[in-house]
């Protein structure tokens, strides 16, 4: 019979070693198998360094590929943030329809589906577009003493033709009580030769071309102006137009960038305006006015003149 504190002793290692048998099954690995590695030479270190060694192993990857997951969401989320701080304003810009000097406010922007910083005027609501135009009227007096017909007129703007001293300025808009006129613009109930200048600012976009700019040039005096603006990808020769496409307000977002769009323009809208009779000129604004005035870069202004 064995002494009794040897006895003791190996009661206590033979129950440590089941117990350390069972944590070796719980991981999913034989206690078998195990010593067989062991005997083998397998393991050079200890169990828990490689033990250890593998959870680091593990947990790196599992850190690279969460990492790698995240990564465009954070991204995007700076510059959203980026971009909210900037929602009232970067820099002091100067509205060239109303005066005001200070911070412009954030807004759609016309050629993608975001938001163009510094772009509407507290002050009057004017957009780049609208800011442009003045600048084109400073260059080449378009509104002064004018018989004036204003497709789709916008408040700020507007204030400022009307400043202009034109002979006459008649609003008008389609289907609408808030203008002068109910004018449908590819069907003008208007007679032939009727005004000196048309101003017709994103509208071409949301109608039919076709239809539009043979009306509008009819009701045009000889030596007349229509002065058009519209989204254009200059970088397209030709205008992406798709009848497939408008069905749906999602398709509309999604190939024209507005649920009420019908198409986007490449540079052949000069080639549309000059089909119908125009003699087509350009106004576009470079620096220091496009970052005075925040404007958007390379956008048109297209000065068609109808012959005399
Ligand atoms: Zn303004």
């Known amino acids: 019979m064995l002494p009794r504190r040897i006895s003791q002793r190996s009661a206590l290692e033979s129950e440590r070693s089941l117990s350390h048998r069972r944590k070796i099954r719980r991981r999913g690995e034989s206690t078998h198998s195990l010593w067989l590695r062991v005997r083998d030479g397998v393991f050079k270190r200890p169990l828990l360094g490689q033990l250890r060694e593998y959870v680091d192993e593990q947990m790196s990857g599992m850190r690279e590929r969460l990492v790698h997951r995240l990564r465009p969401y954070v991204r995007s989320m700076r510059y ?16 060239s329809v109303c005066g005001y000097h200070g911070r412009f ?13 510094d ?3 507290p002050k009057c609501l004017s957009l780049e ?5 003045v600048l084109c009227d400073k260059d080449r007096n378009l509104f002064a003493n004018k018989e004036i017909l204003h497709f789709a007129p916008e408040d700020g703007i507007s204030t400022y033709i009307r400043s202009r001293g034109p002979r006459r300025y008649i ?11 109910d004018i449908n613009i590819e069907a003008i109930n208007l007679p032939s030769g009727e005004v000196d200048l048309i101003v017709c600012c994103h509208v071409l976009e949301h109608v039919s071309d076709s239809k539009a700019l043979p009306e509008l040039f009819r009701i045009l005096r000889a030596g ?3 002065v058009a603006m519209t989204p254009v990808i200059e970088g397209w ?18 190939y024209f960038n507005q649920h009420d769009h019908v198409r986007f323009f490449g540079s052949d809208v000069r080639d549309r305006l000059k089909s119908v009779g125009f003699a087509v000129d350009e106004y576009t604004a ?9 404007l958007i870069r390379g956008e048109k202004v297209f000065v068609c003149k109808k012959p005399i």
């Open 80 to 95: 959203g943030i980026r971009a909210a701080r900037y929602l009232f304003g970067k820099f002091p810009r100067e509205c």
């Open 105 to 117: 406010f954030a807004y759609g922007n016309p050629l993608g589906f975001g938001l163009n910083l």
């Open 119 to 121: 772009a509407l005027c």
């Open 129 to 133: 577009r609208h800011r442009l135009l």
């Open 171 to 181: 609003t008008c808009e389609y289907g609408s009580s808030n203008a002068d006129l």
């Open 224 to 226: 007349g102006v229509l």
């Open 237 to 254: 020769a030709r205008t992406f137009e798709d009848d497939t496409k408008l069905s749906t307000i999602d398709n509309r977002l999604l």
């Open 286 to 294: 470079t620096e220091p006015e496009v970052s005075k005035y925040g």
